[in-house]
């Protein structure tokens, strides 16, 4: 056999594309992982002393300060069942504002408490992990093959992707919400409920997707005619949605009853508002979406916001 008839060897494209799918996907969550770690480490370089570390902290500690302190906190000590009072007479920032699935199941993995950043990171990159395959599976329900990959790695190499392999529960949330959404595209309505419930005591959004399950309802009783929607199905979305909506209430109805006070939630949530708006105010639906802060701050006098302050400037923090 002379060389011009050799078998042409396959290129590393060639092989990436004629791989199965989840191998394809687990390459994109990799090399995404690769770039976004050192992304992370250079800000960790650049950390300066702060309430949660020293200065230019190694990886797994940069990786637990803002909310994954707080989840330690919840996975150490619970909640409290008085609610701390600040010195402007209001609710003051507290455990009560997040949700316990991620903690408990850190807490469960972890052989001890000093283990907790390392069991907490690796906990939201498996779920990271898989929340990239499951999206992967829901983007090409309705996309070719190739869209859905090239969706995907968008997904993995989003701004924020970042958040995905740090002590915080978005990972979990997300690929409990694909799953749930999966279940949903293939009318599995019964199934999503166990999910739904989970991923409602992970990030807040059972009432949201009780709101989808609503529209969905609507929709599919439109096109009853084209697309047959018998009484099983329809006694099934609405038992689904029921679910939804009770997990989606179920947490601050819990921080009411533990503490005693109705509007214990809702008001630790606005704990964290307030240093934006520059004065305490009620709940009122939306407001965040049109008032400007007011609290007379400037550049760096400003407070850093709790989820993204890396993302900002780190080394200020």
Do not use: K
């Not at 949903?184 to 999503?192: E, H, S, W």
């Amino acid at each position: 056999m002379t060389a011009a008839s050799a078998p042409e060897r396959p290129t590393l494209r060639r092989r990436f594309l004629g791989a199965p799918w989840w191998a394809q996907v687990l390459v994109v969550f990799a090399a995404s992982r690769i770039v976004t770690t050192a992304i992370m480490l250079a800000f960790a370089a650049a950390q300066q002393q702060n309430s949660w570390t020293g200065a230019h902290p190694d990886y797994v500690d940069f990786a637990g300060i803002w909310d994954g302190h707080w989840y330690y906190i919840v996975a150490v000590s619970g909640y409290p069942t008085t609610l701390p009072i600040g010195a402007d007479g209001h609710v003051a920032q507290n455990a009560w504002a997040f949700l316990p699935a991620y903690p408990a199941l850190v807490r469960v993995l972890m052989p001890s408490w000093e283990s907790w950043n390392v069991v907490a990171v690796i906990v939201s990159v498996a779920f990271a992990c898989g929340a990239a395959l499951l999206f992967f599976r829901l983007m090409r329900r309705v996309l070719p093959a190739g869209t859905a990959l090239f969706a995907t790695v968008l997904f993995c190499t989003a701004p924020l992707s970042p958040i995905l392999q740090v002590a915080y529960a978005e990972s979990m949330q997300l690929f409990f919400l694909f799953l749930a959404l999966i279940l949903l595209l293939d009318r599995r309505y019964l199934l999503l409920i166990p999910v739904v419930v989970v991923m409602s005591f992970t990030r807040p959004s059972g009432v949201a997707f009780a709101a989808l399950l609503l529209f969905h309802l609507i929709h599919r009783f439109v096109i009853r005619a084209r697309d047959p929607f018998p009484w099983r199905e329809r006694l099934a979305v609405v038992v689904a949605g029921i679910a939804s909506f009770a997990a989606g209430i179920a947490w601050p109805v819990i921080a009411a009853l533990v503490t005693g006070d109705a509007t214990a939630y809702t008001d630790t949530e606005l704990s964290w508002r307030v240093l934006y708006l520059g004065h305490y105010d009620e709940l009122v639906p939306f407001q965040g979406w049109i008032e400007e802060p007011s609290g007379g701050c400037t550049g760096s006098a400003c407070p850093r916001p709790r989820r993204s302050c890396w993302a900002a400037s780190v080394s200020s923090c």
